[in-house]
């Protein structure tokens, strides 16, 4: 973005060419009276005219300092001290410099200071400036060059404006758009994976209750109980997926709260195992679960608790083939922390979408995922509810290795043996 110089700045050039070359600042205007009836003005002497200009310089609301051909401080304003924190004495200091411009930022604007041709300029430049505080603040520059009498460069005018809040507000409108953009994405995901997921069993639901509405097999029961079964089926598959999405609609509106009591975790482990071990065994997969031989108990949703692990086993036993093995683990950590782990032996998460799991939607682009559907919300419901009860989770995965989920709870959840008897 370019910056026009202002008429301050303007008036600086003035100054500096008057100091070197001895020209007036404010020279006389020819006035259409008559000498006659012209009444005689005092003009400004030079104290006058170097008390105006430094106090348009001072009081300009900008940092302005000058350099010599060589890159030498010669000059800085008020402004420059103010939003530095440094004294004139200390910005002479080149060691001052690299407290206020850090990094590669301190090169590159060296840079534009020092054996810089005349036709370089105009130079405009965005940096950080740390104050003396170590408050960081952004500023927009505009640099100038006077000229000697032989054309080449004789000093360096720079002008630089506050934009931090300028520049916060543009950082925060970019975010907001990304994060619109990403919601809009996940949306047309969602509706596009959703056309999928809820036709299908409304489909089988819709196609088997009418062959058995019309008979179409006379009084052949054991087909007609084949189909209810399949209507069974399907309907508990399209209740599953209505729950996932009300239930992350819940979370993201903050309006899910946590019904708490002492849980014992052997319980949680084992119901949630019982409930998958179908899925697994027609899918040839073993389920085996490490309990410690102490029972550990802790307050919590017993129902959010028993999701999450529910979920996390349901997706280690959807991406792990025939053969496979899956796990699930309870233990605590040295520090007191509650942890449950799912392992598999499955296909594994590629690095690139690590990040993206716990998004809701978020699917990964495997036949499994095409084959067996689902909403993409189980990793992100499974995230915000142990972030109600305190805790976090973490992946760790390799492809063609296999997944570890680990989902954390802080140690003042645990509840004592003894208490919970």
């Not at 990964?364 to 689902?374: E, M, N, P, V």
């Not at 995230?383 to 760790?396: R, S």
């Amino acid at each position: 973005m370019t910056v026009d110089l202002t008429q301050s700045t303007r008036r600086l050039g003035l100054w500096q060419r008057f100091r070197t070359v001895g020209v007036p600042l404010f020279p006389s205007r020819e006035r259409a009276v008559s000498r006659a009836t012209a009444k005689p003005r005092a003009r400004p002497g030079v104290n006058q005219q170097d008390a105006l200009v430094n106090l348009i310089i001072d009081h300009v609301d900008a940092a302005i300092t000058v350099y010599d051909a060589d890159g030498n401080l010669i000059r800085v304003n008020k402004g420059a001290e103010r939003i530095s924190g440094f004294s004139y004495a200390e910005l002479r200091n080149p060691a001052t410099w690299r407290h206020i411009i850090p990094g590669d930022d301190h090169r590159r604007v060296m840079a534009i200071l020092a054996h810089r041709r005349l036709e370089d300029f105009p130079i405009v430049n965005v940096n950080p400036w740390v104050h003396k505080d170590g408050t960081r603040r952004q500023l927009r520059w505009s640099n100038a060059a006077l000229p000697d009498a032989e054309g080449n460069v004789a000093m360096v005018v720079c002008i630089g404006f506050d934009i931090t809040d300028e520049h916060q507000l543009e950082m925060t409108l970019t975010k907001a758009k990304n994060e619109a953009e990403q919601a809009n994405r996940a949306k047309s995901e969602f509706l596009a994976n959703m056309s999928h997921e809820l036709r299908t069993p409304l489909n089988a639901i819709l196609g088997f209750s009418q062959v058995i509405r019309d008979r179409h097999f006379g009084d052949d029961l054991a087909r007609y109980s084949e189909y209810a079964a399949n209507i069974h089926d399907s309907g508990e598959m399209l209740l599953a997926l209505i729950s996932d999405i009300l239930e992350m609609s819940k979370l993201e509106a903050g309006k899910l709260k946590l019904s708490e009591e002492i849980v014992d975790l052997a319980q949680v482990v084992e119901s949630c195992r019982t409930m998958v071990a179908g899925r697994a065994q027609d899918g040839g997969i073993a389920i085996t679960s490490l309990l410690p031989s102490s029972p550990i108990r802790l307050r919590g949703d017993q129902r959010a608790l028993k999701q999450i692990l529910l979920n996390l086993l349901s997706n280690a036993v959807k991406f792990t083939p025939s053969s496979g093995r899956v796990s699930v683990s309870v233990g605590t950590t040295d520090g007191g922390e509650i942890q449950m782990a799912v392992a598999d032996t499955g296909i594994g998460i590629k690095p690139s979408a690590l990040p993206k799991v716990f998004r809701p939607f978020f699917q990964i682009d495997h036949a499994a995922t095409r084959a067996k559907g689902g909403t993409g919300l189980g990793l992100a419901i499974s995230k915000h509810l142990a972030e109600l009860h305190g805790g976090a989770i973490a992946i760790d995965s390799t492809p063609g290795i296999g997944t570890t989920v680990t989902v954390t709870l802080p140690a003042e959840r645990a509840v004592d043996q003894d208490r919970a008897g």
